[in-house]
């Protein structure tokens, strides 16, 4: 059952104690000195910038990580503005450390099995799972076909299969008289739900819509102006299993449209994506963000993204938001079919999906008027679905649904 909350007040929370801490669970944080940038660390970002801006909802996030240990006795930094902290290796110092904070309620950013030491050190906290990139066996399977051109069978780094099973035993013990402890699913795309038995081993009664938050990332009214060279970006890791070759190989296609490249590889040696004797037309311009990032989405005429798999990607949210419309071989919950053109599945390397990128390419850059239909209408979605005040009902409802807020007087 999926439960979509409507027409509640969002102005403030009425809550049991002055103010709720909410940790939130990630293994990244979209930080350059924390590891990873992804969708991942946008999204739990976003969640900590609602807060911490919004002080009248009285929410206190604290970021926990289960990437990264604690080294030099340093168990606290600050990542946007937000504590996080990063617990000691020691199971009794890191239960104590946990305790200590006092939680009232914690977030995940999706699964994953190192969150598990976090979750059973709270043993009474209630959990939102916040589903985003569910892999089932079958997802993982074509995850692992991936291969990197002139590289032969030699597998990729970064496809190892995630295991997220060991959620089931959590919920399981959450489920005990000892416990009690209550644990919610939520998502930001209703397509998830047929994948999270398969993932978690878990079948929720209920998932909750519970959106990202986009549609701040553009200052309205802004005239969004497109570049009058024709340029068309990639925004994401340049790991293997998001296929940057197929960006830069379908470059040669269109010798005169830029190709910008926006994301840093996280791999090196074999096994990794090295970009060498690229087309003049390409433009390796690293990690972006910020303005920087919001202007190029803006200013390019086509979002490529080339995945073997993807959930419901931010940057196709962000884009969207751009007024950018989307070409892909992924197609979550059939956005880049209605905002975009959907070139259709390829696994392996992909490179046989070519002829389909070159044509839906050179469609959407020879047809003005559907790349401004697609885009309006992507746009317009995106501000309607996944904003500030859709993700705060949400949330109010699944602190509802655990006994952390009481109902809005």
């Known amino acids: 059952m999926i439960s979509i909350v409507k027409d509640r007040a969002v102005d403030t929370f009425k809550v049991q104690k002055n103010k ?19 969708g991942f660390g946008v999204a739990i970002r976003q969640i900590a910038d609602l807060f911490n801006q919004k002080s009248e909802l009285e929410v206190e996030p604290v970021f926990i990580t289960g990437g990264l240990s604690e080294t030099g006795g340093q168990t606290e930094v600050i990542a946007h503005g937000t504590r996080l902290l990063i617990l000691p290796k020691d199971k009794h110092q890191r239960r104590q450390l946990l305790k200590n904070e ?22 009474r906290v209630p959990v939102i799972i916040w589903v985003h990139d569910p892999r089932t066996p079958y997802d993982m399977k074509r995850i692992e076909s991936t291969r990197i051109p002139g590289q032969g069978d030699n597998v990729p780094q970064g496809l190892k299969p995630v295991n997220c099973t060991s959620l089931a035993e959590i919920v399981e013990k959450s489920n005990s008289p000892f416990s009690k402890r209550p644990i919610v699913f939520a998502q930001p795309a209703a397509y998830y739900e047929e994948k999270v038995v398969g993932t978690y081993g878990v079948q929720p ?75 003049s037309n390409v433009k390796m311009m690293g990690h972006i963000d910020g303005e920087e990032k919001i202007r190029l989405l803006s200013s390019a005429w086509v ?7 993807e959930g419901l990607a931010i940057s196709f949210l962000e884009a969207l938001m751009c007024e950018t419309p989307i070409l892909s071989c992924v197609d979550s919950e059939n956005v880049v079919s209605r905002y975009g ?37 992507g746009k317009k979605w995106v501000k309607e679905t996944h904003n500030k005040s859709q993700f705060i009902e949400s949330f109010q409802y699944l602190c509802q649904q655990v006994g952390v807020i009481a109902e809005k007087s």
């Open 341 to 377: 053109v959907y070139v259709g599945r390829w696994d392996g390397s992909g490179r046989e999906a070519l002829p389909k990128f070159v044509e839906g390419l050179q469609r959407l850059l020879d047809d003005k008027n559907l790349r401004e239909r697609l885009a309006n209408q």
């Open 20 to 38: 709720i801490k909410l940790g939130l669970i990630a293994n990244e944080f979209y930080d350059l000195s924390l590891g990873r940038m992804g």
């Open 303 to 309: 979002l490529v993204n080339t995945s073997i798999h």
């Open 102 to 123: 006092k939680f009232d309620i914690v977030l995940t950013m999706d699964y994953r099995s190192n969150y598990r030491p976090i979750i059973d050190s709270l043993p």
């Open 205 to 279: 009664s209920e998932i909750t819509l519970l959106p990202n938050i986009i549609e701040h990332i553009i200052d309205e009214p802004q005239t969004i102006v497109k570049s009058e060279k024709p340029s068309v970006v990639f925004l994401a890791r340049l790991d293997p299993y998001k296929r940057p070759w197929l960006f830069a190989e379908l470059a040669t296609y269109f010798p005169e449209v830029d190709f910008i490249f926006m994301g840093k590889n996280h791999f090196q040696g074999l096994g990794a994506w090295e970009p060498d004797s690229l087309p």
